[in-house]
């Protein structure tokens, strides 16, 4: 085999074969194929695509491509995935939820993407949480607190790390086989029974119209099914922010207060419903309302904050951090109010423009090299349908400068729309897709 006939072959719009895939994630990960050629194999995956069969040849390659996990555990491991949004930190609170029903949960999350917050970023906010372990610790860091959220190692899935570099710069990020393949690849890496996936539509997420997102979510349940592990998805609103803060510190406050009892709303309820449908999967639940319920019941008698606390101080972090998390969190030199510019309510939200002032502000990153500002964000971000007076906050701006602050405030304000009437809010979960 070679790289060049593999790519003729996508050219004529032929589907290499199995082999010829695995042949080819193989020399991604290991350096024969060329930065070219594994260019041109991400346009010509991208203009003509691999179908169904194809795709899930090309997830196992690339999975198979570096380390598999295997864990000798006696409950089933699970796991889920969030194609990214704002405000969304679901996983720091479903992983010890998931925990504390009888599952063993081996995250491996990401960085900010873009307008996105990462998992990592938010997670090592808590001072001295580490993210990266070697491999041969894992295995102590799950069983002691039955979760554990970690990046993955240059180990996991090579050919992924290779080609995702490449598809970045050569406009093939798009595709839905390549983003498909680079998300399962990492997660079936993880050794997973059960996968549950939030898949974004909306204003803040990559996938803006519901049909794209339908289409993304169908090939990722497919694929994951296909590869052996049963695997459902969510697809859930992303027309305004989860949580009412966007930014690192922020974000873990409002993860606190929900495991702490002091809020809810649609952070704990998406928490209960993504729960609830992989506990279902992995047969630790009768059906996925039954799962629901045993998650917000964790959430809600403080398990799942007894199980965070663990998971945290297992991870480096302070021992103390669930009794007293506000004392170690981050906090900005300057906070400053991004006022209504009109009387109304609030009817819509460029949820992308908000992300991007937080990135702005030093809490994402404009390059791969930049340091994070853990403290700076939004906080107390106004809701869809929300009624706002005139010089009332549309959202607190968390910064490090003033003239940072300023910035933001004014980006607040243009992606915020206040009308005179109010405007049907979208539910928090569309659909579901899958088994």
Not at 323 to 351: C, H, K, N, Q
Not at 393 to 399: G, N, R
Request: hydrophobic letters at 50%; one cysteine or more; charged letters at 20%.
């Amino acid at each position: 085999m070679d790289a060049r006939s593999i790519i003729a072959k996508l050219r004529r719009r032929e589907v290499p074969t199995e082999d010829e895939l695995r042949w080819f994630a193989q020399g991604l990960a290991d350096g024969h194929v060329s930065d070219a050629q594994a260019g041109a194999f991400a346009m010509a995956v991208c203009m003509g695509g691999l179908g169904e069969t194809g795709r899930t040849a090309l997830t196992l390659a690339m999975r198979d491509s570096g380390e598999v996990l295997r864990w000798d555990l006696d409950a089933p491991v699970v796991d889920k995935h969030s194609t990214g949004g704002l405000g969304d930190c679901v996983s720091l609170l479903l992983a010890p939820a998931l925990a504390e029903c009888g599952a063993y949960v081996p995250m491996i999350s990401g960085r900010g993407l873009g307008h996105t917050g990462g998992t990592l970023d938010k997670l090592e906010s808590i001072p001295g949480v580490a993210t990266v372990f070697p491999e041969d610790r894992l295995p102590d860091l799950l069983v002691r607190a039955g979760c554990m959220i970690v990046g993955a190692s240059a180990h996991i899935a090579p050919a992924d790390k290779r080609l995702y570099a490449i598809r970045d710069v050569t406009a093939t990020v798009e595709s839905l086989d390549l983003i498909t393949a680079s998300i399962l690849s990492k997660k079936l890496a993880a050794g997973l029974e059960a996968l549950v996936l939030d898949v974004k539509v909306g204003s803040g997420a990559f996938m803006k119209t519901a049909d794209d997102a339908r289409a993304l979510a169908q090939a990722l349940v497919a694929t994951a099914n296909a590869a052996g592990c049963r695997t459902a998805a969510l697809m859930t609103d992303m027309n305004q922010p989860l949580a009412p803060s966007l930014g690192n510190a922020l974000e873990v406050a409002e993860v606190m207060r929900v495991l702490t009892g002091r809020a809810g709303g649609p952070l704990a309820e998406l928490t209960a419903a993504l729960g609830g449908d992989v506990l279902a999967l992995a047969g630790l639940a009768e059906d996925a309302d039954a799962g629901a319920r045993a998650v917000a019941d964790t959430l809600a008698d403080g398990r799942a904050a007894e199980r965070f606390g663990r998971m945290i101080a297992g991870q480096g972090g302070p021992l103390g951090f669930v009794d007293d998390w506000a004392r170690f969190l981050p906090e900005a030199t300057v906070i400053r109010e991004a006022p209504a510019p009109t009387s109304g309510y609030v009817t819509a939200m460029d949820g992308e423009a908000l992300g991007l002032a937080v990135v702005a502000l030093g809490g994402g990153r404009q390059v791969e090299t930049d340091r994070i500002d853990p403290a700076v964000g939004l906080a107390q971000v106004a809701r869809l349908g929300q009624r706002v007076e005139a010089g009332q906050p549309l959202a607190m701006v968390h910064a490090a400068r003033e003239d940072a602050a300023a910035a933001a405030v004014a980006a607040v304000r243009a992606a915020i729309t206040i009308s005179p009437d109010p405007a049907p809010v979208p539910a928090l979960i569309h659909e579901r897709v899958g088994p």
